[in-house]
């Protein structure tokens, strides 16, 4: 249900098929891409904030 809360997608356009597994799956991995370049850019910053 991550990518339904993130991209606002409605119970229907699931029910219907408008939005289909693939669609789905190409969203959870942009999502967690997303989350992996946050966490790599609050590493850097905690890494690099003495400079």
Same mark, same amino acid.
């Given at each position: 249900m991550r990518p339904?809360?993130?991209f606002h997608l409605d119970m229907? #356009? *699931?029910k219907s098929g408008a939005v #289909? *597994?693939?669609d789905i799956?190409?969203?959870n991995d942009y999502?967690?891409?997303e989350n992996d370049n946050e966490a790599r850019?609050?590493?850097w910053r905690a890494?690099?904030?003495g400079c």
């Open positions: 339904a809360k993130a229907k #356009d *699931l #289909d *597994l693939y799956a190409l969203m999502l967690q891409m850019i609050e590493k890494d690099n904030d």
